[in-house]
């Protein structure tokens, strides 16, 4: 018996993208054909989620198969040195890997590898460590200019504001991205199966869109956002509130015309991400990479987009916490195509996948799990729950918990006991708060149980065995030893 050839390893990720935002999952107008065709070629995972949804302690989980509380940051902080003893990267390579990555990987320090043979590297469209900002100034690319700290189209980093960008789309992060990917498949070592991991800023704020992509959606009517029976409105007015609000946490309404123009922007840049992975996905074809290479696309973490008053992410709710999920297997794996598994999976399931893929050990230490049998039909022993957090961002309130499976969301703030139960199945804009019913303490009392068990031995205190313990310390970072304690037990 041959031993069956290893694949090709492509691993796309995006920054802030929502995972309703997809024509598969059936959003009304958002044009996305490409990722479509991941998904219907291959699995569409529907009940996907970034354990901690913001861009660092995702990113961890994403690289090192581990539970944001399994690897130590359950909240964002940035400059926070990071050795994990193992990661995606570094497992492949050991194995005969060429592994490579373009675009934004947020660890920290800077510029480390993580495994990767090579990295090119840009976290961000600002700042002083960006190879595409090099390669923009370089070439000329830009007039005026792409200054490296203030944006020349002067829509905010992480704001709701919407319009064009003044670079052509040729000369975008994305568009950069596919371009440096392209060529280093082009040069790569042709004996060694690749590991590459093309990684988009888009479509994280700034909200610009090359023009032909803005101007699609800005020209046609958008559905807008959603309000559930339990979000409080908004303390202020509609003008004057400050356009970076979700920096403060604050309840933002926009008028009509800013939300349209922030959709737009939104919508715009997943638009444009799509096209750039068609790029890709053509020079696979041509080839004849693209039935030897599995490939899958997923994101840090969502946005909310106005839902509940609400921007931006670090939040339990769908906007933010849902991510797409879509895996194409080479034909090798002999797995089906047209899958929608239900089971919840997180983004400490990617390492584990890929390295099953592979033919590969999972280390010790890792949490997630390996989604292949997911696709062939196989469920046995899955997760009954997913667990997900945050610790607070801009507010003492704002620590949070949830539980997720292929039906239910139960939601606990930390600091103010606060709780949510949603039936994401027959309600998935969470309109509509269960624990308003009459029989609320009767479906909730299962769900707290099933967190204390998740939390038990959370150094924090979340909970003494009995009941779940509001105003417990919530901090980003738990202690090494914590972290590694809890590795068995995550959920």
């Known amino acids: 018996m041959t031993e069956r050839k290893r694949p090709n390893l492509l691993l796309i990720s995006a920054d802030q993208h929502r995972g309703d935002c997809l024509g598969i999952d059936g959003h009304p107008v958002?044009?996305?054909?490409?990722?479509?065709?991941?998904?219907?070629?291959?699995?569409?995972?529907?009940?996907?989620?970034?354990?901690?949804?913001?861009?660092?302690?995702a990113r961890r989980s994403l690289i090192s198969g581990q539970s944001p509380a399994a690897h130590g940051m359950v909240g964002f902080q940035g400059g926070v040195p990071w050795n994990p003893v193992h990661t995606l990267p570094g497992e492949l390579s050991r194995a005969g890997y060429q592994c490579e990555m373009v675009g934004k990987l947020h660890l920290y320090p800077v510029r480390k590898r993580f495994g990767y043979h090579r990295l090119v590297l840009a976290d961000s469209t600002r700042g002083s460590s960006s190879d595409y900002l090099d390669w923009l100034a370089a070439a000329g690319r830009f007039d005026p200019p792409l200054d490296r700290w203030a944006?020349?189209?002067?829509?905010?980093?992480?704001?709701?504001?919407?319009?064009?960008?003044?670079?052509?789309?040729?000369?975008?992060?994305?568009?950069?991205?596919?371009?440096?990917?392209?060529?280093?498949?082009?040069?790569?070592?042709?004996?060694?199966?690749f590991f590459l991991?093309?990684?988009?800023?888009?479509?994280?704020?700034?909200?610009?869109?090359?023009?032909?992509?803005?101007?699609?959606?800005?020209?046609?009517?958008l559905p807008g956002p959603v309000f559930g029976d339990w979000a409080p409105p908004p303390d202020s007015g509609v003008k004057g509130q400050n356009p970076e609000g979700p920096e403060t946490r604050a309840l933002v309404s926009l008028s009509e015309a800013e939300m349209q123009s922030c959709r737009a922007g939104y919508y715009g840049l997943i638009n444009h991400v799509d096209t750039q992975v068609g790029r890709l996905l053509q020079y696979?074809?041509?080839?004849?990479?693209?039935?030897e290479t599995l490939i899958l696309y997923t994101a840090d973490h969502g946005e909310m987009l106005g839902d509940h008053h609400m921007f931006a992410k670090a939040n339990p709710f769908e906007g933010s916490a849902r991510v797409p999920f879509l895996l194409r297997p080479p034909a090798s794996l002999g797995l089906p195509r047209r899958a929608a598994p239900g089971a919840p999976v997180g983004l400490q399931d990617v390492m584990p996948t890929l390295l099953d893929a592979a033919g590969l050990a999972i280390p010790d230490g890792v949490t997630g799990r390996s989604v292949l049998?997911?696709?062939?039909?196989?469920?046995?022993?899955?997760?009954?729950?997913?667990?997900?957090?945050?610790?607070?961002?801009?507010?003492?309130?704002?620590?949070?918990?949830?539980?997720?499976?292929?039906?239910?969301?139960y939601v606990w703030f930390s600091h103010t006991g606060r709780e949510h139960l949603f039936d994401i199945a027959a309600d998935p804009s969470e309109l509509h708060d269960l624990l308003r019913d009459p029989d609320a303490s009767s479906r909730v009392a299962p769900w707290r149980r099933k967190l204390m068990d998740v939390l038990r031995d959370r150094p924090e205190g979340f909970t003494d065995g009995d009941r779940l313990i509001p105003g417990r310390p919530h901090r980003n970072l738990v202690s090494d030893g914590a972290a590694a304690a809890l590795v068995m037990t995550t959920v």
Not at 202 to 221: A, G, K, S, W
């Open 373 to 409: 049998p997911l696709i062939a039909g196989d469920s046995g022993g899955w997760r009954d729950a997913l667990h997900g957090e945050h610790a607070p961002t801009y507010a003492p309130e704002d620590g949070v918990h949830f539980l997720v499976d292929e039906r239910m969301k």
């Open 151 to 193: 944006m020349a189209h002067g829509a905010t980093p992480n704001g709701w504001i919407g319009r064009p960008t003044h670079l052509h789309e040729t000369q975008t992060h994305a568009f950069w991205c596919v371009s440096q990917a392209i060529e280093m498949l082009a040069k790569r070592d042709p004996t060694a199966p």
């Open 197 to 221: 991991n093309v990684s988009f800023i888009d479509p994280h704020p700034p909200l610009t869109p090359p023009q032909f992509y803005y101007d699609r959606y800005n020209n046609q009517p």
């Open 30 to 57: 958002l044009q996305t054909p490409n990722l479509d065709f991941l998904g219907a070629s291959g699995a569409h995972f529907r009940r996907a989620y970034a354990e901690a949804p913001s861009c660092i302690p």
């Open 284 to 291: 696979l074809r041509d080839t004849r990479l693209l039935d």
